[in-house]
């Protein structure tokens, strides 16, 4: 009879207890929008901007077909107005709160609600938070209104005696690439770009939970799990609860006035650690997390966390000093890209574009991103993604190639922009470094900005610099994100500066700018290559979409907008000539640009994790674009790869096996990302290009963890033929000596020609492909008697093939796959160097 009292007793109490959590609805709909010049109101999109809703009307043409972007220029000249209405219910209104969060606004804008000013706003990269509760009712009216960036602008310039470089866009807080870069258009931006939030709630609040590692060792990780409530009034009987599948952890408190933050420790016996998806995985505990007020439920948050350690080390030897990160304790070398935005209009950038273009990534065996400082700190979705595949973020601050002002409005922006960023980021295990800008200092010291300025002026603008970057950011980091380490500029040096070999992380782009030949990147390697990169066209997809024709033109007007290097289109012509024909054909042209882009970048990987451990990082310039356009990109703005994600794909494998010539030697290296050793069976194979075996070499190796071996040297006298006649086949057939009882047997491969490409004695092409349906779209076999250089399959159809720029050796079947949702492919072709250099119609 006790027993059923207790029971009943209980279920009383839950019958009484009640969730009382604060409701968040959007404020997303019935949107319209207007230029301040114009009467007429138009619908608008939100999340959005003002760029997408003019051509979702036509009122402007598509900015990115032709030369568009040139007649588009007016937009950011006006101002603009946003207007809605939108109804509360009873029971919103009753409540004791009701906020109103913009999580981004483009930027300089006046917020109305029922005709009274809420407040005004200057940073797209803050959350600005505004209580409602004096002005709701019912049916209301909110109304905002968007300033040319141009008026603060010019007021700000015109406080100081001295011009700061580069021009207007330091003085606006906002991404810096849409004034225009030499990859993107000038689409300047105004509008609601983020989401909007109506949050209604009682007398208790959570407002953010944070776990923060304190320690982590093999046998036991102790969090700080901080949470931050906001309260109407001091509340005696609060509790809050940690729980996950293992564990459940309650602690009951006093809850006081305003907004604090409380916290509670948690231990985790034996955890599992988070690593990048090449060595290990990367493993995510869910916890549960509820806010109590006696009985009532107040609030609930569901958290991912990853228990990792991550370091920059910079230890000072004979040779300068190191740049290498230790995740968990072990050096790893980063292999990987700088990231930008994915679209001009953030709007049009959906979850699916960001699960392909991070899938992307980990199939190229990238470890690491680089998030660039001229675009956005990027939604959650995309550290939430690199989360869960393992792959590690280089987080700048949103500052990049400029000196900006150090009056005390700018500071407090910035200030409270980073405090912003650096609390909604931390959360995320695959953040690995927070950067304060990009080339600020570089650029200030050896790009000649200085010249113009007196002492004083020069004095005032280092200082300025110095406020923001040495004692803002870092300082910021250091209250809110300890565990993260603050990098004060990307490079360190420049290639104008000879300790950029030898210190720090460096961006090199002597080819390139400097015109210097590929070999510079075997020639001058530093610590960690954060940046170096070449430009070549994108696929005929998107060249197709800007030009607006079928045909393949590498001379269209478009290229006005489309090619945004002064020097571009030369630059890729001479380096080409350098190694390849050069074709008089546009679809010729675009896929030898393509091959000549992925040779010149992959001899940097290479000689980078050759080097290793002096180097330990390789992130190229650049991943993705954000609009179709002639860039450095491996993966164009349609999602088609280039040639060079396909060979980084290759140059980034855990185990690579690189050749280099020296000094009339093939010496062939073996790099091993792996964290134990491998021991098998390595073969260097030498053909001629009909399959005629030419030299061969095996031998047994034991390759130690995570290095870089020189395994084999072969005088290149030794091969008795000249080299445009052959091609080297490198197999190691390996397993690991670890102790565990399943031992995998794997195979990495490589080919490595001695002579260049336009000097290879290639055989007339003679290739065949066979096409077979599959579940998810087709299998392609190639096949050829001789060696076949570079094979390129392409078709109209959207989709992904599995290799391409592939070498055929003789009488071998390659297999590819092309997923699609295409019903056929009958339009596949293919090109290959082979018939390109055989074309006698060709200027050589």
């Known amino acids: 009879m006790t027993k059923y009292y207790t029971l009943l007793l209980a279920l009383l109490v839950l019958s009484c207890a009640k969730n009382d959590q604060p409701t968040v609805t959007t404020l997303h709909q019935n949107w319209e929008f207007k230029s301040a010049k114009d009467t007429i109101w138009n619908s608008a999109t939100v999340p959005g901007n003002v760029y997408s809703d003019l ?48 999580e981004g606004l483009d930027t300089y804008a006046d917020i109305y609600l029922n005709d009274s000013l809420l407040g005004k706003t200057n940073n797209a990269f803050r959350t600005w938070t505004f209580d409602i509760k004096p002005f709701a009712k019912k049916d209301n009216a909110m109304y905002i209104r968007f300033f040319k960036t141009s008026i603060h602008e010019e007021k700000e310039a015109g406080k100081l005696d001295y011009v700061l470089p580069p021009g207007p866009r330091v003085f606006t807080r906002k991404a810096q690439f849409q004034y225009g870069w030499d990859w993107g258009p000038i689409v300047n931006t105004s509008g609601i770009w983020k989401p909007i939030k109506i949050t209604s709630w009682n007398d208790v609040k959570l407002d953010d939970v944070f776990f923060k590692q304190e320690s982590l060792t093999d046998s036991l990780a102790s969090i700080s799990v901080e949470y931050t409530i906001t309260a109407n009034k001091d509340e005696e009987n609060a509790s809050f609860e940690v729980k996950n599948k293992e564990f459940t952890h309650t602690v009951e408190f006093p809850v006081y006035k305003g907004t604090h933050t409380y916290a509670t420790r948690i231990r985790i016996q034996n955890p599992k650690r988070w690593w990048t998806f090449n060595l290990g995985e990367p493993h995510l505990y869910t916890f549960e997390t509820t806010l109590k007020q006696g009985n009532d439920t107040k609030g609930q948050q569901n958290v991912k966390v990853g228990l990792r350690t991550i370091e920059l080390i910079r230890d000072k030897d004979s040779l300068g000093e190191t740049f290498f990160f230790k995740l968990n304790g072990v050096p790893v070398f980063m292999k990987g890209a700088n990231y930008i935005p994915q679209h001009s209009m953030q709007n049009k950038v959906t979850d699916a574009h960001y699960e392909k273009l991070l899938n992307d990534t980990k199939n190229a065996n990238m470890n690491m991103l680089r998030v660039w400082g001229g675009g956005i700190y990027e939604n959650d979705i995309f550290y939430e993604l690199c989360d869960e595949k393992g792959i590690l973020v280089w ?43 990009n080339e600020n200092n570089e650029a200030w010291h050896r790009w000649g900005w200085q010249t113009d300025k007196t002492e004083a002026q ?145 001899m940097g990987m290479e000689a980078e994790r050759r080097a290793m451990p ?74 001629d290009f009909n399959g005629k075996s030419i030299l061969s070499k095996k031998q047994k190796l034991t390759i130690p963890a995570n290095t870089s071996q020189l395994v084999v040297k072969t005088a290149l006298p030794d091969i008795n033929e000249k080299p445009e006649n052959y091609v080297m086949k490198a197999v190691f057939d390996y397993a690991s000596s670890s102790s565990s009882s399943s031992v995998s047997v794997s195979t990495s491969s490589s080919l490595f020609y001695v002579s260049r490409p336009k000097d290879l004695k290639l055989p007339e ?34 989709g992904h093939f599995s290799d391409n720029f592939f070498d055929v050796l003789p009488n071998q079947t390659v297999t590819i796959t092309f997923t699609t949702n295409a019903e056929n492919i009958d339009d596949l072709a293919f090109k290959t160097l082979n018939n390109i250099k055989n074309n006698s119609a060709l200027a050589y």
């Open 395 to 437: 987080q700048d601050f949103m500052f990049a190639c400029a000196m900006y002002p150090g009056d005390k409005a700018f500071l407090e922006n910035v200030q409270q922009e980073a405090i912003d960023q650096v609390k909604r980021l931390r959360k995320h295990a695959s953040l690995a470094l927070w950067c304060g800008n």
């Open 55 to 102: 051509l979702a009307h036509d009122k402007i043409p598509d900015p990115f077909v032709g030369s568009n972007e040139l007649n588009v220029q007016w937009v950011p000249t006006h101002d603009w107005e946003y207007k809605t209405t939108f109804t509360l219910d009873e029971k919103t209104l009753k409540t004791s709160n009701i906020e109103l969060t913009f």
């Open 765 to 798: 092409e003679n290739i065949s492909t066979k096409v077979n349906n599959t579940n998810k779209g087709f299998s392609i076999e190639v096949s050829a008697k001789t060696l076949q250089k570079d094979v390129f399959l392409y078709t109209k159809a959207k």
């Open 458 to 602: 020069k004095k005032q603008i280092w200082d300025d610099y110095i406020k923001v970057f040495n004692r803002i950011l870092p300082e910021t980091v250091a209250k809110y994100n300890p565990s993260i380490d603050y990098w004060e500029s990307s490079p360190s040096y420049g290639r104008g500066n000879p300790k950029f070999q030898f210190e720090g992380d460096a961006h090199d782009w002597g080819v390139w700018h400097d015109a210097l030949p590929f070999e510079r990147f075997e020639e001058k390697v530093p610590r960690f290559m954060s940046e170096f990169g070449f430009q070549s066209f994108p696929s005929y997809e998107a060249i197709r979409a800007f030009t607006g024709e079928d045909s393949i033109s590498i001379n269209h007007d478009s290229y006005i907008t489309h090619q945004k290097h002064p020097r571009g289109f030369n630059l890729i012509r001479e380096y080409m000539a350098r190694d390849y024909p050069v074709p008089t054909s546009g679809d010729d042209y675009v896929y030898m640009s393509q091959l000549t882009q992925a040779k010149g970048m992959t």
């Open 614 to 687: 002096y180097c330990m990082g390789s992130l190229y310039w650049q991943l993705n674009d954000c609009w179709p356009v002639v860039s450095w990109s491996s993966i164009d703005f349609m999602g088609n790869w280039k040639a060079l994600h396909y060979k980084a794909k290759k140059s980034f494998e855990d185990v690579l096996i690189s050749s280099i010539v020296e000094n009339d030697t093939i010496n062939t290296y073996i790099v091993s990302d792996k964290l134990q050793a491998l021991e098998g069976d390595f073969t260097l194979t030498f053909l």
